[in-house]
């Protein structure tokens, strides 16, 4: 394909294997186990990571986030714990934002001791609270932002020319973002993490991974990959190739739609606070109008006059309550019953997450339909 820098083009065509027998416009599937091997120099292996449906989808992806190279996994825990562990070896420091993905943060909190890693939490999420965790031995830096449900945005350039100073290895999570709000690659950090089970994949039907960075980072992620063996079957390759050509469509509808109900919200009487981006009285506005396309299809918030969160929720007739997020179909949940659950309230009350907390992951519906649901219910309870 030609030069492009656009997403939207990007999305569509970028990766795709012409299939020599037919010449039509998808990639073909080969889902093959067992290839050729004599007089070819590439061995091709699922395990290996370079079948060809593995090789188109880290290209499409890789091209959207900027990088030289992809690497696709079996979901997005299989991307961060394999990068996490090809850059971090016995007696290696991380230095690990405060706000993470509980599953990360349960992975870092139980695994790193086994295998002789330390790591610091940041106290908070400025530039100074990274510096203050930086050891002798501290090798790589890890983020996540806007961070979940509160929204919270940490200053990836920063913390890219913070890593570069001090010859560490930055990661970031992105999957929040996507590629069409935010490319931390252009913003100097090292490695982008994805769980495209989320906003990539973006039909609630999918669970994979996937990890983009220079050529030179992505063999150092390939070697251990090939020993943890988390790679994507190619059927589910296929399936995540097709969904992100509508990547852009999507989430620039779920930016707009996400805006319009945060105003909305921002605005009712029912509603104590709203966390969203895009809105001028959240905290990280600035910050992610200079680091961000968009704001993202995330927001939370917190009902007033003791409302109770299961009733609204039970109460909506078009958002479903539901866990995880990305999808087209408008969903909202609980933090305080689904990834804060295993916290006390008083954790919880530090953290910021009260009870009242909601957070909706807003799909491509009509904002009309959404915001009418939204209002409705609280006319009802
Ligand atoms: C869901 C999620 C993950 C984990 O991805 P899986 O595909 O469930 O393994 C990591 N980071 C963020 C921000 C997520 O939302």
């Not at 510096?131 to 031995?137: G, I, R, S, T, V």
């Not at 290895?169 to 929040?176: A, M, R």
């Not at 999808?327 to 909202?332: H, L, Y």
């Amino acid at each position: 394909m030609p030069e492009t820098s656009s997403h939207k083009t990007l999305c569509v065509h970028s990766g795709t294997i012409e299939d020599p027998v037919t010449h039509g416009s998808i990639t073909p599937i080969y889902p093959g186990t067992s290839y050729a091997y004599l007089d070819l120099e590439k061995k091709a292996y699922p395990r290996y990571f370079n079948t060809p449906n593995q090789e188109a989808l880290a290209q499409k992806i890789s091209a959207l986030e900027h990088g030289e190279a992809g690497l696709i996994f079996s979901s997005g825990m299989a991307a961060i714990s394999t990068t996490l562990l090809s850059f971090l070896h016995k007696g290696d420091h991380a230095i690990i934002q405060n706000k993470l993905y509980g599953g990360t943060s349960n992975f870092i909190a139980n695994c790193f001791d086994d295998f002789g890693i330390s790591h610091t939490t940041t106290a908070g999420l400025a530039i100074d609270d990274f510096d203050a965790c930086l050891q002798a031995n501290t090798r790589l830096i890890y983020i996540e932002t806007p961070s979940n449900p509160l929204l919270q945005i940490t200053d990836i350039a920063a913390v890219a020319e913070l890593a570069k100073t001090h010859g560490l290895i930055s990661v970031i999570d992105n999957t929040f973002a996507s590629p069409i709000n935010q490319n931390p690659l252009d913003l100097g950090i090292d490695v982008v993490v994805h769980s495209a089970t989320k906003y990539l994949s973006g039909h609630s039907d999918i669970c994979a991974g996937a990890a983009v960075s220079s050529t030179e980072l992505m063999q150092r992620i390939l070697g251990r990959a090939k020993n943890f063996g988390g790679s994507l079957n190619a059927q589910t390759c296929s399936l995540l190739e097709r969904s992100i050509k509508t990547l852009a469509l999507r989430v620039e509808q779920q930016n707009r739609n996400a805006q319009e109900i945060a105003e909305y919200l921002n605005s009712c009487a029912h509603v104590d606070k709203v966390y969203y981006p895009g809105l001028v009285n959240h905290e990280g506005h600035d910050l992610a109008k200079i680091q961000m396309r968009g704001f993202g299809g995330m927001l939370s918030f917190e009902l007033a006059d003791a409302l109770d969160t299961t009733v609204y929720q039970k109460a909506l007739k078009l958002i479903k309550p539901s866990m995880s997020l990305g999808g087209v179909e408008t969903t909202i949940c609980s933090a305080a019953m689904t990834s804060h659950a295993v916290l006390s309230p008083e954790e919880r009350e530090a953290e910021g997450i009260k009870d009242s907390l909601l957070r909706l992951s807003v799909g491509i519906e009509d904002a009309d339909d959404l915001i009418a649901d939204l209002q409705n219910t609280f006319a009802k309870i």
